[in-house]
Structures are given as structure tokens and as C-alpha cells.
């Protein structure tokens, strides 16, 4: 599957699942807490939408098995070459990156982060966000430099605004893990398959699978529009008419 394709997958899994994570322990715990000392049993509508983008962010992060996928050439040569690295590490495209364990990992260690250094979550968050207008094609057709600053710019202005409204981030490891794993899903309905039980290097094909062709007509014309109808009648279903 293609980035933004993956990416809101990642945004309508966390839209459709959230209300049901934050009813696990320690998911909601936020800066509400320490205000009232009362856990909160749901997500802040600001939750709402900052889950969703780290999530669709997170869906793009086993490609990074993939030099020339999204990912890969979001942040120039810097991601070009921690791409290289991890698919050799991880043994090619859709080799250990695309498996139950990586997602399991990412997920505990984004949990880990956001508990032990706020800094190097806050980092996090920035980079998933941005990553995720990235893959939806936020920006100036042709014009990587401009779309740049305007990703750049719309990060950081939602980040403040997350800020601001005091959203806590104790789901981030959640929402990685969610992104990571319905990526996986994902690629498991096209033709290749995953090895989600990696290191077993079987590939996992859904037995009820449409056989989706990467780029095609399909998933462009057809499933993309399909995917934005979705986020935006889960957007008025959980928060309502703004």
C-alpha cells in the first residue's frame, strides 16, 4: 500500500478504537489528573485528534525497511540512511519491520519515552505528526521546499495547540503500537503478504484478501476517497459537529 493510504488506515483505527483503549488502565492518565486527581476515563477531544495523527504517523514506520518509500524521504538523507540500515538489518522490504514483534517493540518503547523523558517524547510526537502530513500530501505539488515549510509550520502549530489544551501522553505507546500493527494488516491484504510472526518467515496473506495492487487505479481512485469519507464521519461521530 501506498503512505497516505497507510497513514489513514493509522488515523481510522485510532478514531475508531480509541474509546475502547481508554478504558484501559493508565491510557487516559494526563495533566487532568494532576489537576483534579481524578482519572479520567476518556480522551480529551485534543486527545482525540493528536492520537489520531501519531497514529497515522506511526502507520508509516515499518516502511522504513524501504529507501524509497514515503518515510524514507520525508527528512532528505537523514531518513534515507536509517532507512538503508534497517533494511538491511531487518532483511529487506517487509522483513522484521512488518511483523507482531516490531510493532510490539515500538509500542513499549514509546511508552517507555513518554513516561521517563518528556523531551524525547515531545520529540517523537513532532516527528510522527509531521510525518503523517507528509504521507496525506500536505503541502505544494512540485514544490518540495515549500511544501516543507508548510508541513514544518503545521506541525509545530498543532503541537502548540496540543500543548495549550494540556494533552497528555501516557496512549503514545498505544497509538504507535496501533499505527504499526494496522500497517502490517494492511499490507497483509495485497499480494505479498507479511511475516507477522516474524522470525518465523512465512507470509501471512488474508484468506478473505482483494489482492490490492500498490498504486494502482484501485487504491488511488477508489480506496482513498473511501478512507477520507471514513475519518471525517468518525471525526463528527466522536466529537460532533464543531
Known amino acids: 500500500m501506498m503512505g497516505h493510504t497507510h497513514a489513514m488506515t493509522g488515523a481510522i483505527a485510532w478514531l475508531g478504537l480509541a474509546p475502547t483503549l481508554a478504558a484501559l488502565p493508565m491510557v487516559t492518565e494526563s495533566s487532568r489528573f494532576i489537576e483534579t486527581g481524578i482519572m479520567a476515563n476518556a480522551l480529551s477531544p485534543a486527545e482525540f485528534i493528536a492520537g489520531a495523527l501519531v497514529c497515522a ?117 498505544m497509538a504507535v503500537a496501533l499505527g504499526c500493527f494496522i500497517h502490517v494488516f494492511g499490507d497483509c491484504m495485497t499480494e505479498r503478504g507479511c511475516p507477522v510472526l516474524w522470525p518465523m518467515s512465512v507470509k501471512f496473506v488474508l484468506p478473505w484478501k482483494i489482492g490490492i495492487k500498490t498504486g494502482k487505479k484501485f487504491e488511488q481512485k477508489i480506496l482513498a476517497p473511501v478512507l477520507s469519507v471514513a475519518i471525517i464521519g468518525l471525526l463528527f461521530l466522536r466529537l460532533g459537529p464543531v
Open 57 to 173: 504517523g506511526a502507520a508509516m514506520l515499518p516502511d522504513l525497511d524501504h529507501p524509497s518509500a514515503t518515510i524514507a524521504q520525508t527528512f532528505g538523507p537523514v531518513t534515507w540512511l536509517l532507512s538503508k540500515a534497517v533494511c538491511w538489518v531487518s532483511g529487506g522490504h517487509r522483513g522484521a519491520t512488518h511483523s507482531l514483534v516490531f510493532a510490539v517493540a515500538l509500542g513499549l518503547g514509546a511508552h517507555w519515552l513518554a513516561g521517563a523523558y518528556p523531551i524525547g517524547r515531545d520529540i517523537l510526537v513532532v516527528l510522527l505528526i509531521g510525518l503523517a502530513l507528509r504521507a496525506i500530501g500536505i503541502g505544494i505539488p512540485g514544490n518540495k521546499m515549500g511544501s516543507a515549510l508548510i508541513n514544518v509550520g503545521l506541525t509545530a502549530g498543532l503541537y502548540a495547540v496540543f500543548l495549550s489544551q494540556g494533552v497528555g501522553y501516557a496512549w503514545l505507546g
